[in-house]
């Protein structure tokens, strides 16, 4: 049974049977679309363990996390496979997964790989803040709590002032999720864009690990 979104931000997801032909590594915030992405595909030999989600508010202790992963799951797979982009590590993340061979998801982040790598990177949106559904779902966990926002709630134009816009890129079609990301930007001040990106270079690169 899949983890509450509290439980995938802080403690992730443990795999299921702890053996098999392909494991994969990946942050909490994609739990529910990578089982599925493995529902909808009856891909049987895809088992998933993930970190927790709010390692991303710290990304210079992910790439040691997935290191951890990694060495501590090998011995019981055939394959793993990395379900992470860079994510603010600097390219440490990669070059660790180079060093111990194994794949991973290219892109800088979830937003671009959720839109599509070359899309993402064509829009140059510089002054764009982005939500998916987990960060819909979980916004007083990754932002305004961390921000101090929910007691200082005076200082949102001292770390929004330079974004325009909130762009949801929503992977299901929610009418809920669609509600709060629109609440979301009403609370941080800025306009409003939905993209249905549904699960873009994700499902692809998950796909050639078939």
Same mark, same amino acid.
């Given at each position: 049974?899949?983890?509450?979104?509290?439980?995938?931000?802080?403690?992730?997801?443990?795999p299921v049977h702890?053996?098999?032909?392909?494991?994969?590594?990946?942050?909490?915030?994609?739990?529910?679309?990578?089982?599925?992405?493995?529902?909808?595909?009856?891909?049987?030999?895809?088992?998933?363990?993930?970190?927790?989600?709010?390692?991303?508010?710290?990304?210079?202790?992910?790439?040691?996390? !997935?290191i951890g992963a990694?060495?501590?799951?090998?011995?019981?797979?055939?394959?793993?496979?990395?379900? &992470?982009?860079?994510?603010?590590?600097?390219?440490?993340?990669?070059?660790?997964?180079?060093?111990?061979? +194994?794949?991973?998801?290219?892109?800088?982040?979830?937003?671009?790989?959720?839109?599509?790598?070359?899309?993402?990177?064509?829009?140059?949106?510089?002054?764009?803040?982005?939500?998916?559904?987990?960060?819909?779902?979980?916004?007083?966990?990754? !932002?305004?709590?961390?921000?101090?926002?929910?007691?200082?709630?005076?200082? +949102?134009?001292? &770390?929004?002032?330079?974004?325009?816009?909130?762009?949801?890129?929503?992977?299901?079609?929610?009418?809920?999720?669609?509600?709060?990301?629109?609440?979301?930007?009403?609370?941080?001040?800025?306009?409003?864009?939905?993209?249905?990106?549904? &699960?873009?270079?994700?499902?692809?690169?998950?796909?050639?690990?078939?």
């Open positions: 049974m899949l983890n509450d979104d509290e439980t995938l931000t802080h403690e992730g997801l443990a702890q053996t098999g032909a392909l494991l994969v590594i990946a942050c909490g915030a994609l739990a529910r679309e990578i089982l599925a992405l493995v529902k909808q595909n009856g891909w049987s030999h895809i088992e998933l363990t993930c970190l927790p989600a709010i390692l991303h508010n710290s990304p210079e202790k992910i790439t040691n996390a !997935v990694v060495e501590k799951y090998r011995p019981s797979y055939d394959r793993i496979f990395v379900a &992470y982009a860079d994510c603010g590590t600097g390219g440490t993340l990669k070059a660790a997964c180079d060093k111990l061979g +194994v794949e991973m998801i290219q892109g800088p982040h979830c937003y671009s790989f959720y839109e599509g790598n070359t899309a993402f990177e064509n829009r140059e949106e510089f002054t764009s803040f982005y939500l998916t559904d987990f960060l819909a779902r979980q916004f007083d966990a990754f !932002v305004w709590k961390p921000l101090g926002l929910d007691r200082h709630p005076e200082l +949102v134009g001292s &770390y929004f002032g330079n974004y325009e816009k909130l762009v949801y890129q929503s992977q299901t079609t929610d009418p809920s999720l669609l509600s709060k990301a629109k609440e979301c930007a009403e609370r941080l001040g800025l306009a409003f864009e939905h993209r249905h990106t549904g &699960y873009g270079d994700l499902e692809m690169e998950l796909r050639r690990q078939t």
